[in-house]
């Protein structure tokens, strides 16, 4: 409760992505977003390893 608290301001905040550096806050300009990630053949292996790992470690609990 005490985090959802303390991070209740940040919601507001614009997100800004990696890629373009651009600021985006429709769920439309997100999924373009992720769209052009997809098209990036290094994206894809380090967003499956990601999974993987994160698969792995839930698991290993």
């Not at 991070?7 to 992505?17: A, E, M």
């Not at 550096?21 to 967003?47: C, G, H, M, P, V």
């Amino acid at each position: 409760m005490a985090r959802r608290l303390a991070n209740k301001g940040r919601r507001s905040i614009p997100k800004t992505t990696e890629l373009g550096r651009r600021k985006y806050s429709t769920n439309k300009e997100k999924i373009l977003e992720y769209q052009k990630r997809i098209k990036d053949d290094r994206y894809l292996e380090f967003a499956i390893d990601k999974i993987a790992s994160e698969l792995t470690h839930f698991l290993l609990k």
